[in-house]
């Protein structure tokens, strides 16, 4: 072997080697890749597991939370009877015998006062918190907060009739000093009375539109309730909500549902509604005229209502509401034509003479229905024959009803 052959054997080891080395660096270096891609995922991995810890731990937190919630005693509700000077207070509870307890630092002192509603600790009998006083969600409804858009342009006729709803319901409340300088009482509510669908709703409504006074409106019916007490209970909640609201006004409509005669003989339903009633009377009887709680009663059936609730001192002021006369008849078929698309042939007076006794409600439905044969013929104006046939309908609409039937031909 010469010296040749061992430098080309060198020279060919280096190159080998350089390539080893070559692949080694470029495995190290696909390895590389990987470790930092594999760290990459391992640093996301932490990342999601430190936001799952802190969940749970917040999680475990609000369960602990919950579980002393549930594993805290029971408290006691009970009414304060007295204050005493110590500062401790003597407390009503279901259980039986008066208490002397302490009072909780954490309640206010200015709601502890007697007749207020408490939380009582189930050993100590503590008072714990004070509760608001309670009111059937029902109660709670009757109050009028979004005022109705009726007003008084939109009740025809019955104009002095409104003077004096507003004298007896809206002037003692605003104005009290007028009657304290006379010296005389002011009515404490007024009863509404008269046939149905001759507006002594729409009347409260716009009493309630237009008054400041809180309005209040329950149904009659609403007060008859399925158990014994609820209907009496739902009176004085109702009238304890307008107090504390006073001024206001209660709106008692339909007033025939409780306000019936007593009779001897009554189911045990009867009782209840009498109950009702009575509370009803205890609450006329109970405030003060010059106070800041109005009435006013509506119904259809003046000969059904019990004496007890037309004694002076009650509703001492009957409001009769008329069937409409000539003149108002004109005034409300003014007042539903005003939104509607008629044609010069329309005369409103001429419509009021051809419908002798009808009511309010009756001339809104001749006003609707006549927009219907007009819609029905393809007309937007409505012309005086379709009020002709729409008075044909609706003042003679239920004359079927109720007559008897005309035998038919027998057949033998
Ligand atoms: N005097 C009136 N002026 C205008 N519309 C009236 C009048 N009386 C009744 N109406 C119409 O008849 C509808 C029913 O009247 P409502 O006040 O409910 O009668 P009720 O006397 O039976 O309570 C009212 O919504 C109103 O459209
Ligand atoms: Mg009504």
Known sequence: MGLDDLGAFKEEN????????????????????????????????????????LRLQKELKRLKA?????????????????????????????????????????????????????????QTLAVMGVLPPSLDPVVVGAEIIEKPETTYKDIGGLEPEIIEVREAVEDPLLRPELYKKVGIDPPKGVLLVGPPGTGKTLL????????????????????????????????????????????????????????????????????????TLMQLLAELDGFNPLGDVKIIGATNRPDILDEALLRPGRFDRIIDIPIPNVESRTEIFKIHMRRMNIDDTVESSELAAKTEGATGAE?????????????????????????????????????????PQESGPMFA
């Open 363 to 403: 001339i809104k439905a001749i006003c609707t229905e006549s927009g219907m044969f007009a819609i029905r013929d393809n007309r937007d104006t409505v012309g005086m024959p379709d009020f002709e046939k729409a008075i044909t309908k609706v003042m003679h609409q239920g004359d079927e009803i109720g007559k």
């Open 66 to 122: 919950e579980l002393e919630r549930l594993k805290a005693p029971p408290l006691i509700i009970g009414q304060i009877k007295d204050v005493l000077s110590d500062g401790r207070v003597v407390v009503k509870s279901s259980t039986g015998p008066d208490f002397i307890v302490n009072i909780s630092d954490y309640v206010p002192k200015d709601n502890v006062e007697v007749g207020a509603r408490v939380a009582l600790n189930k």
């Open 204 to 275: 409260a409504k716009a009493v309630a539109q237009q008054t400041h006074a809180t309005f209040i409106r329950f149904v009659g019916s609403e007060l008859v309730q399925k158990y014994i007490g609820e209907g009496a209970r739902l009176v004085r909640e109702l009238f304890d909500l307008a107090r504390q609201k006073a001024p206001s006004i209660v709106f008692i409509d339909e007033l025939d549902s409780i306000g019936a005669k007593r009779l001897d003989m009554a189911t045990s339903g009867d009782r209840e509604v009498q109950r």
């Open 14 to 53: 280096k190159q080998d080697s350089i390539d080893e080395f070559m692949k080694r660096i470029s495995m190290l270096e696909e390895r590389n890749l990987e470790l930092v891609e594999e760290a990459r995922r391992v640093e996301g991995e932490k990342r999601f597991v430190e936001g799952e810890l």
